[in-house]
């Protein structure tokens, strides 16, 4: 079964830091796109940040200057940088991926979601 595990979230102050992982597991060939999305009570999921297969990134202009994607193709694993983190950042935070997977008759192109993971800011 192919899934997207992530970790990192947690408690944090107003101003830490936080690094979030995604690795796909299974039988995932190649990740080509990961993004990172969030959804705060009561609001729509958002997206945060998304980085290419050729490594070029965009981001939400609320995390532009705090946040960082990037990614470690060789472990099928995208992380998220926080940094300068503020009270609104509090949400679940998703990734999803659009990837190549062995399904093993054929290889199939799969877009996945990872299970959130949750980050408070709070004092």
């Known amino acids: 079964q192919v899934q997207l595990v992530e970790s990192g979230g947690g408690l944090v102050q107003p101003g830490g830091s936080l690094r979030l992982s995604c690795a796909g597991s299974g039988n995932v060939s190649r990740i080509n796109v990961m993004g990172w999305y969030r959804q705060a009570p009561g609001k729509q999921r958002e997206l945060v940040a998304v980085?290419?297969?050729?490594?070029?990134?965009n981001y939400a202009d609320s995390v532009k200057g705090r946040f960082t994607i990037s990614r470690d193709n060789a472990k099928n694993t995208g992380y998220l940088q926080m940094n300068s983190l503020k009270p609104e950042d509090t949400a679940v935070y998703y990734c999803?991926?659009?990837?190549?997977?062995?399904?093993?008759?054929?290889?199939?192109?799969?877009?996945?979601w990872g299970q959130g993971t949750l980050v408070t800011v709070s004092s």
């Open positions: 999803n991926a659009e990837l190549w997977a062995d399904l093993g008759t054929r290889i199939g192109y799969l877009e996945v």
């Open positions: 980085i290419q297969s050729n490594g070029s990134t």
